[in-house]
């Protein structure tokens, strides 16, 4: 038997015997954990306030990609008060754009891009659409930031699923089989099990948080998590 096969083999035997099966028991105790530990570690950033606009909202989740939080932090407030609103920011010359956004980087792309998304919320009148085929229709707004807006615009649980979320759920509930995480269906219904809460806010955020600064990709800090008992990324490694 060649040893592709064997390898093959030996890693779906790996996954049936030790994959947690995402049960409503072990979610709900991952949401209590969750819950718990954002109330004491949680990060706070100005995208998270209770009270904020649609407008602020979407700018935040646009300037997140593929940025750290910390970064954006200490630029998005700089960033509202000098273009509040659609309407100024579609107004805005293009270089004068790139100068504001040069300090998170990839300024000419995201200028590009918040202008044409701009010009379309004005052309909205700033109204974002509850109907997700409405919503994914507006340039830029791919899946993550239509849940954002369904989440904290919207109110609706929805799971803020990027790269980070994704590995937490995966190192503790078992690997996904697809990859790119936007059609992997295990981890799409996976991660909209965990988060369909009243507070599904503080448990996207949590989880977030969690995964910056526990369940890190890089050095993990297992020794001190508390989900290690139960955690398959953990066992695997003893």
Not at 76 to 89: A, V
Not at 117 to 142: C, H, W, Y
């Amino acid at each position: 038997m060649p040893s592709e096969t064997v390898a093959f083999l030996f890693f779906t035997f790996w996954v049936r015997l030790y994959v947690a099966k995402p049960t409503k028991k072990n979610i709900k105790a991952l949401q209590n954990f969750l819950l718990d530990w954002y109330e004491k570690n949680g990060r706070d950033f100005p995208w998270r306030k209770r009270r904020i606009s649609h407008y602020k909202i979407v700018i935040a989740e646009t300037l997140l990609q593929r940025t750290k939080a910390e970064t954006v932090s200490t630029f998005y407030s700089d960033f509202i008060e000098e273009f509040p609103n659609w309407e100024h920011l579609a107004s805005a010359d293009v270089n004068r754009l790139e100068k504001s956004l040069r300090p998170i980087g990839l300024y000419r792309q995201r200028a590009k891009r918040l202008k044409l998304l701009a010009t379309e919320m004005v052309k909205r009148n700033g109204q974002l659409p509850r109907e997700r085929e409405d919503l994914e229709s507006i340039p830029f707004i791919g899946q993550y930031i239509a849940n954002a807006v369904e989440l904290v615009a919207f109110n609706e649980p929805s799971p803020l699923i990027d790269v980070n979320m994704s590995r937490l759920l995966e190192r503790y509930f078992g690997p996904r089989k697809m990859a790119d995480i936007r059609y992997d269906p295990y981890l799409q219904e996976l991660s909209m099990k965990v988060v369909s809460h009243e507070n599904a806010r503080e448990i996207n955020w949590s989880i977030l948080d969690f995964a910056a600064q526990i369940c890190k990709a890089k050095n993990p800090r297992c020794a001190e998590c508390p989900l290690r008992v139960d955690c398959i990324y953990y066992q695997k490694q003893l």
